[in-house]
């Protein structure tokens, strides 16, 4: 089986990535997030934009948020004649 492709890493990274071993100093010096996680000063110093959000949307990694929009978006769809908001299975 060949390796698995994540992002940009490369097939030889990939292949040892479940190796690397955090050491007690890397641990204390760059301490690891969880994925999605960041610490807001350090986005400040990095930031070139913000913006607000308002009206209707959806967070696509919840369900729950998807779901209560996606009656409104396939009414809106079939108006247009769209085929690509139906339920696939």
Request: net charge neutral; charged share 20%; hydrophobic share 40%.
């Amino acid at each position: 089986m060949p390796p698995r492709r994540v992002g940009i890493f490369s097939p030889t990274i990939v292949r040892y990535v479940d190796e690397i071993v955090e050491g007690d100093e890397d641990a204390v010096l760059c301490p690891t997030v969880a994925p999605g996680r960041g610490a807001r000063k350090w986005l400040d110093a990095r930031a070139v934009a913000s913006a607000d959000l308002t009206g209707n949307y959806c967070s696509v990694t919840n369900p729950k948020s998807v779901a209560l929009l996606y009656p409104h978006s396939l009414g809106i769809a079939l108006g247009l004649a769209w085929q690509t908001l139906t339920p696939q299975p």
